[in-house]
């Protein structure tokens, strides 16, 4: 949807595509120990020793790994970063009321 192939008038080298909010991304649970590396990492990067609770910086590195994801499935071209501007991740539906204005439709996949 981000590159906009489900679009009459897709064009691989025009930027077609559509803004995409993804919400409850608070529910994906990660396998493996990629989110308690990145736990460790960030922990040791903000050079605090209790500032920040581990908690809240989970929730933000599951946002950023929905990101890292999607995006990796983008080409790598001078389209991308215009096209990863319009991805918007959020925790719940509470960062739905954003975007009211716009009437956003849901997509069920």
Do not use: C
Not at 48 to 54: A, C, D, E, H
Not at 71 to 94: I, Q
Request: glycine share 8%; net charge positive; hydrophobic share 40%.
């Amino acid at each position: 949807m981000l590159m906009g192939k489900d679009n009459p008038s897709f064009t691989p080298y025009l930027d077609s595509g559509d803004h995409v909010v993804v919400i409850n991304a608070d529910k994906v649970r990660m396998t493996g120990t990629r989110s308690s590396k990145r736990f460790i990492i960030a922990q040791r990067i903000s050079r605090r020793i209790k500032g920040s609770s581990g908690q809240a910086v989970a929730r933000v590195q599951i946002r950023l790994d929905i990101r890292e994801a999607v995006l990796g499935m983008l080409p790598k071209n001078k389209l991308r970063a215009r096209r990863a501007k319009k991805l918007r991740v959020y925790r719940d539906a509470a960062g739905l009321a954003r975007h009211a204005g716009q009437k956003p439709q849901a997509v069920t996949l």
